[in-house]
């Protein structure tokens, strides 16, 4: 692509992001690098800031999370778990009260890989990145987040911000009313909020530099600037294997759950191109994309998933960062 071209955010982005975007993608169908049904799905994740996938998910993909998943709450299961009050920690650890999550599933079950890198995933990343896709974050949820509508941008940190992309992959059919995923369709090309300083302004919200402050500010503008320009939100309703695939920048966020009994079984894998890194190469020795399929790769903060390659199933969380339960044991 020519290097004369203006993208939408401050940050750059992927080529899709670029006002040069209708000319590169009639030229990549022209060449044959896309076919006419990818480019399409291209089209609208351009237009709108994601795009659903119905059903991509096997049955017996999703089978195979479900029991990975139940395994991960039993003692010795080397699976990492988080929830809001408690920080991280063993998954088992924490109580059945459906606040838990399981933290990088893809690196310790097998099945939460083959489920990111389904063929129709694979090749959208592929095909959206110009290289092939990482995925170096990833989370399971039992009930939604109930997160306020935020984009990625200001808390997954990496060296080119805009240049991520993420999956929901549901594990269950989904209701109104059971937390689920929200998100303002078209906010990927909203105004970029400016975190940091106007000397070095950054795409990434940080508590010490920032303050709550700015924070409740950037949460704040994407409300402001989804009412100026009349951008109701959407949820998603979807069912078993269905995914959702967004931009880096769309604004999206957990309801509230009205359904106290309602589960919202889910995977949320985020990824970049393999040439793009983690913020955690700073403080971590291990970061090495790892080959899953197919031309996809992955790579956590937590873990090293090259032990797999020597015999280490479950994975144990590495040392160094403070935050592992590892540490101490």
């Known amino acids: 692509m020519t290097t004369d071209v203006r993208y939408h955010s401050h940050f750059g982005g992927n080529w899709i992001d670029t006002d040069r975007f209708e000319d590169e993608l009639s030229q990549r169908v022209a060449s044959g690098s896309l076919t006419p049904e990818l480019a399409e799905q291209v089209r609208t994740f351009e237009r709108d800031g994601y795009i659903i996938m119905g059903g991509i998910v096997p049955e017996e993909i999703l089978n195979a999370i479900d029991d990975e998943v139940a395994s991960a709450w039993e003692p010795g299961s080397g699976f990492l778990g988080r929830n809001p009050k408690q920080g991280l920690g063993w998954a088992h650890e924490f109580p059945a009260d459906g606040n838990r999550r399981i933290v990088d599933p893809i690196v310790n079950a097998p099945s939460a890989q083959l489920a990111a890198f389904v063929p129709e995933i694979r090749d959208f990343m592929a095909a959206i990145f110009d290289e092939d896709p990482l995925a170096f974050q990833s989370l399971f949820f039992e009930r939604g987040s109930q997160q306020r509508i935020h984009q990625d941008t200001a808390y997954v940190v990496v060296s080119e911000p805009v240049t991520i992309a993420a999956a929901w992959i549901a594990l269950e059919d989904v209701e109104e009313g059971n937390g689920e ?7 990927h090309r909203f105004d970029d909020f400016m975190f940091g300083t106007p000397e070095e302004p950054s795409k990434s919200w940080n508590q010490g530099r920032d303050g709550q402050d700015m ?3 950037f949460l704040q503008g ?3 600037q989804a009412a100026a320009r009349g951008i109701d939100v959407a949820r998603f309703l979807p069912k078993r294997g269905d995914v959702l695939l967004w931009h880096a920048d769309l604004a999206h966020g957990g309801s509230k759950q009205t359904n106290e009994d309602a589960s919202r079984r889910s995977i ?14 700073n403080f971590t020795k291990h970061f090495r994309p790892y080959p899953v399929r197919d031309g996809g790769y992955m790579s956590s903060r937590h873990y ?6 020597e015999g280490h199933k479950p994975v144990l969380p590495v040392e160094g960062l403070g935050l592992s339960p590892f540490e101490g044991a």
Do not use: E, F, I, W
């Open 181 to 187: 995923l929200v998100y303002y369709p078209g906010s």
């Open 215 to 217: 924070h409740k500010a």
């Open 222 to 224: 994407l409300d402001d």
């Open 268 to 281: 949320v894998v985020h990824y970049m191109p393999k040439s793009v890194q983690p913020n955690y190469v």
């Open 304 to 309: 090293d998933p090259y032990l797999l390659d």
